[in-house]
């Protein structure tokens, strides 16, 4: 996949949720849902980003750590919002219910609301955010890690030992995609990943934001968040490369405390293969982008079209500098 004939690489970027996606501007979030009832919910918000507030936080590699949480956080904060279309009610029995009756809760409040009040949502936000980094450090770092040790006594030269952890990684990483892909639930929400890319291939191309015009772009893009997390893998093998092959404990904390590093260059990294139309960046890009074709992305149909559409047109910025890549 190339871009061709590109007219406006944009900085705007989304995610798809469930039966919706979310698009983040320069200036907005809006995200867009697909209620059961087939209308279309659209709520859009003005972006609080930190990374503006404080001009050290907008600085070259330190960007990329602030954006990378505040990422995980309107992420998360955008699923739950689109959850909330889809739970089913559930019949509380009051006036039985010893529990609630104990901690005086109200019919329609929990334990959890009852002690946070209106910290509640924030708490619960921080709390999954945090779940979710512990859960990926796990998963991404410290068990490559661990199966990478077991070669140890075969292998002894440090950086082979950093670049068989990295190929761990690498493919646990891949085989969580695809495994995730196969789940029915997962393949509607990679349909809407698709309609996403779609609709901003459209934008960028300056093309009238139709379903008819958006159905005949690609669904693969190098600047997808999908790519981000390949670039922070591979580059996750050149910087623990220096640290060499400490003790274990060492290896754990290194591993943490680096992270944020990592995520810096990455980012880094992918602005300038963003930017760039020249061989070398599409090569860079082309992992990325076959993840995408082989897990993270599928076809949309016209009705997923349309909700992306709904969400990248509430945050096009009047003036189309202002969201140059």
Aim: glycine letters at 4%.
């Amino acid at each position: 996949m190339k871009e061709n004939n590109l007219k406006h690489k944009t900085t705007i970027g989304g995610q798809a949720i469930i039966e919706g996606v979310m698009m983040k501007g320069p200036e907005k979030i809006s995200m867009a849902v697909r209620k059961p009832d087939e209308d279309i919910e659209l709520k859009v918000d003005k972006i609080d980003s930190i990374g503006k507030k404080y001009k050290l936080l907008s600085l070259p590699f330190i960007r990329g750590v602030v954006g990378l949480v505040e990422a995980m956080v309107v992420g998360t904060n955008a699923l739950m919002y689109s959850a909330d279309f889809f739970e089913e009610e559930e019949e509380i029995e009051y006036k039985d219910n010893i529990f609630r009756r104990m901690f005086k809760l109200k019919e329609d409040e929990t334990l959890f609301e009852k002690i946070f009040k209106d910290k509640a949502e924030d708490v619960s936000m921080f709390l999954t955010v945090a779940f979710s980094i512990t859960i990926s450090i796990l998963v991404f770092m410290i068990l490559p890690n661990f199966l990478t040790s077991i070669l140890k006594t075969k292998v002894t030269n440090p950086i082979y030992l950093n670049m068989i952890e990295g190929i761990i990684r690498v493919s646990i990483f891949f085989i969580y995609v695809i495994g995730i892909s196969k789940l029915e639930d997962i393949k509607r929400v990679f349909e809407y990943h698709g309609a996403e890319h779609k609709s901003i291939h459209c934008y960028e191309s300056m093309e009238e934001l139709t379903v008819e015009n958006v159905k005949t772009k690609p669904i693969l893009h190098p600047r997808c968040g999908t790519s981000f997390l390949f670039m922070v893998m591979i580059i996750s093998i050149f910087v623990l490369s220096f640290f060499g092959w400490p003790s274990p404990l060492q290896r754990i904390l290194i591993r943490i405390l680096m992270f944020p590093v990592i995520a810096g260059i990455s980012y880094e990294v992918n602005r300038l293969i963003g930017r760039s139309d020249s061989k070398l960046s599409y090569y860079l890009s082309y992992p990325g982008l076959m993840i995408q074709k082989y897990a993270t992305v599928r076809e949309p149909d016209d009705s997923q079209i349309e909700v992306a559409i709904e969400a990248l047109k509430s945050v096009i910025p009047d003036n189309m500098e202002d969201d140059l890549w």
